[in-house]
């Protein structure tokens, strides 16, 4: 971790009052450049990163998608899942103004508007996550129990290599 101190966003606020016991991890934000950059800089598996996006069904109802670093949603999955006709990522303003944070530091905690969550189910074999804390350049590494306890994700199956 650099020498600069973690910001207190609305994401740490969360974990916080969830009394979950998380580490800092900063690093230098490279815009585009994803959990590969983040991995990369911080020496981690890109598997353990786990990337928050904004999705909506064709209502433009908002959900969010929790997905390993190193893998894609098979959006048509989570559709038939889910009951909707098709789901689609959001636009980065979109997404901003439904999470409450700036495209590549969206955090599943903290959310600016209640949305449903989804978890692939593999993330929770996993010993530890590292997951944006709510800023640029500011990863939290916790324990995925923990994180599906604050977060009470429905667990699915939509994550397919790439």
Known sequence: MSREKAPVSAAVRE??????????HLYRY?????????SRE??????????????EDESKKPLV??????MQVST????????AKQVSPCSPET???????????TSPFG????????????????EIVYINGGSRGY??????????????????TVGISG
Do not use: C, Q, W
């Open 95 to 105: 997404a901003n103004r439904h999470s409450g944070y700036l495209t590549g530091g």
């Open 42 to 55: 911080l020496g981690l598996d890109e598997h353990s990163v786990i990337k928050t996006l904004i999705m």
């Open 139 to 156: 990863l939290v590494g916790l324990s995925p129990l923990e994180m599906s306890r604050v977060l009470e994700p429905v667990v699915v």
């Open 76 to 83: 048509k999955e989570l559709a038939r899942i889910i009951g």
């Open 111 to 126: 959310l600016k508007r209640k949305m449903p969550i989804y978890m692939e189910e593999s993330i929770l074999k996993l």
């Open 15 to 24: 974990l916080r009052r969830a009394e979950v016991s998380f580490s800092d």
């Open 30 to 38: 490279e815009e585009r450049g994803g959990t590969a950059a983040s």
């Open 65 to 70: 998608v929790l997905m390993h670093g190193d």
